[in-house]
C-alpha cells in the first residue's frame, strides 16, 4: 500500500489537533469563571482554523479571494473576548457566550466562501445554519473514516511494530469504554464509588462526576469543530483515502478491519481488571449482607435499591464487548488465543454477577415501592440477558455454536413467555402479598390493570372487602368485561371477570 501524500498526512492529523483543542478548552473554560482564558480559547481556534485551510484560502476554485467582511469580523470578535478579561457585566458576558461562537462560525463561512450569497441577505444565515448544523451533522462519520484509513495504510508497518505498540493502542481504545462503564458502575454502587476515591494516585481532589463532564466537553467541543471545517475543507465528499468506497485495499484484497490480538486481548483485559474488583465489592457487600460492611451511615436497604439500571445497562455493554472479542479480533493460535477466550470468560461471569445484583437490588426496590409492569419486564429483560450470556459463553469455547440463530431464538421463545406469563396477574397477586406484610398497596395503579388481574382483585375484596374503592374498582371491570359482545370477542380473562 502506498503512503499517503504530504496533503492527506496533514488532513490526518487535523483529528487529533482538534480532539487537543477540545481537551485545552475543557482545561480552560470548564470549572472556572470566564476570563482571560476565552481570547486564549479563541485564538487557539484561530491557529487550528488555519492550519486547516492553510493553502486553501484565496488558492483555488470557490475559495478563490478573500471576503473582506470576513476579515472585518476579527475586530469585534477580539473585543468582545477580551472583555472577559477586563469587565464583569453579567448581561453582556451570557450575550457574548452566544454572540462570540455565532460570529466565529459566519466568519469561517465568510472567509472560505463556503455560502455564495452576501452576508446581508437572508440566504447567507440560512446557509450558515445548514453548514454550521446539518452539513456538520453530515460529517460526523469522517472521524471514524479517518481513523479506518489510518489503520489500513499502517497495517504493514503494524505488524513490525511490535507488541508493545499495538498493546498501547489496546489501552487507548479502552480508555472511552472505562469512562463510560466506570461512572456507570460508581452511579449505580455507592460503595464503588466510595473504594474509587481512596485511590489518591488516581482520584485525589477530583471527582469521577466532574471528570466524565470535561471528558464529554472535550470529545463534543473536538469533534464538533473538525467536522465543522471538514464540512468547510470538503463540502460535498472527503478527500480520496487510500482505500476505495468499498474497503479494499490497495492490492485489490478486502480489508481485514479486525483488531490485532494484543490489542483486542489489552482492551479486553482492561476492561475486565474493572469487573473483577467491582464483582468483588458486590460479593462483599450486597450478597454478604453485612451491614457492618457498608461504609458509615449508609443502611444496607437504601444501598441496595438503587443502581439495577446502571447495571443493566453495563450489562448490554459487556455483550457488545463480547461480540467484539467473538468476531472482531484476529486469532493468533497459541497463548494469545487461551488470553482472549479466558478474558472473555472472565467478562461474562462478572457480567452474571451484575446481573445476580442489579436482580436483587430491583426485588428489595419493589419491596420498598411495590410492583409494577415495568419492573417485572426489567427482571424478564435481564434473566433474557442472562441466557444470551450462557450461550456467549459456550459460543467463546465452542466455535460451531451460531450466535445468531441462537439469540433470535431466544428472543423469540422469550416473547412468547412473557405472552403467557400473566404479568397483570402476577403484579396483582405480587402487590396483594405486600400489602398482607407491610400495609401499603397502590390500589390506583392495580385498578388499572387487564382484566388478567381480576382474580387477584376478587381475593383481595374477600379478605379485605373495606378497602376503599375496590368494590366499585371490581363492579367497574365487570361491567367494560361486559361490553363486548358476540362470540367475535370471547376472551377467557373478560368470561371469568363477567361471572
Not at 282 to 296: T, V
Not at 372 to 392: P, Q, S
Amino acid at each position: 500500500m502506498r503512503d499517503p501524500a504530504p496533503w492527506q498526512k496533514r488532513y490526518d492529523r487535523l483529528l487529533p489537533i482538534a480532539l487537543l483543542f477540545g481537551a485545552f478548552t475543557q482545561y480552560a473554560l470548564v470549572g472556572h469563571s470566564a476570563g482571560v482564558s476565552v481570547p486564549i480559547v479563541v485564538m487557539a481556534l484561530y491557529a487550528f482554523f488555519f492550519y486547516a485551510l492553510k493553502g486553501r484560502i484565496g488558492g483555488l476554485d470557490q475559495w478563490r479571494g478573500q471576503s473582506r467582511s470576513g476579515w472585518l469580523l476579527f475586530i469585534p470578535i477580539t473585543l468582545l473576548s477580551a472583555s472577559y478579561a477586563i469587565h464583569a457585566n453579567v448581561l453582556f458576558r451570557a450575550l457574548n457566550a452566544l454572540l462570540i461562537p455565532a460570529m466565529l462560525l459566519a466568519q469561517a463561512v465568510l472567509l472560505t466562501r463556503a455560502s455564495k450569497k452576501p452576508w446581508y441577505r437572508a440566504g447567507f444565515y440560512g446557509d450558515l445554519l445548514d453548514i454550521s448544523f446539518i452539513r456538520t451533522l453530515e460529517q460526523g462519520f469522517v472521524p471514524f473514516r479517518l481513523l479506518r484509513e489510518m489503520a489500513l495504510r499502517g497495517r504493514q508497518r503494524e505488524e513490525g511494530r511490535g507488541a508493545a505498540g499495538q498493546a498501547l493502542l489496546g489501552l487507548l481504545l479502552a480508555i472511552p469504554v472505562l469512562i463510560i462503564v466506570v461512572a456507570l458502575l460508581a452511579s449505580a454502587d455507592g460503595v464503588f464509588l466510595d473504594w474509587l476515591g481512596r485511590i489518591p494516585a488516581l482520584f485525589a481532589g477530583a471527582h469521577l462526576g466532574e471528570a466524565i463532564v470535561r471528558t464529554g466537553f472535550a470529545l463534543v467541543v473536538g469533534l464538533f469543530v473538525f467536522c465543522y471545517f471538514w464540512g468547510l475543507l470538503f463540502p460535498k465528499q472527503g478527500p480520496r483515502m487510500a482505500t476505495s468506497r468499498h474497503g479494499v485495499s490497495g492490492d485489490g484484497q478486502a480489508a481485514d478491519m479486525r483488531l490485532q490480538a494484543v490489542t483486542g486481548c489489552t482492551l479486553l483485559g482492561s476492561v475486565a481488571l474493572v469487573y473483577v474488583l467491582f464483582a468483588a465489592l458486590q460479593f462483599s457487600y450486597l450478597f454478604g449482607a453485612a451491614d457492618g460492611l457498608l461504609p458509615e451511615g449508609t443502611a444496607y436497604a437504601a444501598y441496595a435499591r438503587r443502581g439495577f439500571m446502571e447495571l443493566v445497562l453495563v450489562a448490554l455493554i459487556n455483550l457488545a464487548l463480547l461480540l467484539l472479542g467473538l468476531h472482531g479480533l484476529k486469532r493468533e493460535p497459541g497463548t494469545l488465543e487461551h488470553v482472549r477466550k479466558t478474558l472473555l470468560s472472565i467478562i461474562v461471569g462478572c457480567t452474571v454477577v451484575m446481573l445476580a445484583s442489579a436482580y436483587i437490588r430491583l426485588s428489595l426496590y419493589e419491596e420498598a415501592y411495590g410492583y409494577t409492569v415495568t419492573r417485572l419486564l426489567v427482571h424478564g429483560f435481564m434473566l433474557f440477558l442472562a441466557a444470551l450470556l450462557a450461550v456467549a459463553f459456550l459460543r467463546i469455547w465452542r466455535e460451531h455454536i451460531s450466535l445468531a440463530k441462537t439469540f433470535i431464538g431466544l428472543g423469540l421463545l422469550s416473547y412468547v413467555i412473557l405472552n403467557y406469563a400473566n404479568l397483570d396477574a402476577r403484579i396483582a397477586s405480587q402487590n396483594i402479598a405486600r400489602y398482607e406484610q407491610t400495609g401499603k398497596i397502590d390500589l390506583g395503579y392495580l385498578f388499572d390493570l387487564s382484566a388478567d388481574a381480576g382474580p387477584q382483585l376478587r381475593k383481595l375484596h374477600r379478605q379485605h372487602p373495606k378497602l376503599a374503592g375496590l368494590e366499585v374498582a371490581l363492579v367497574r371491570m365487570r361491567e367494560e368485561a361486559g361490553m363486548d359482545e358476540g362470540w367475535q370477542s370471547w376472551n377467557w380473562s373478560k368470561q371469568q371477570m363477567r361471572k
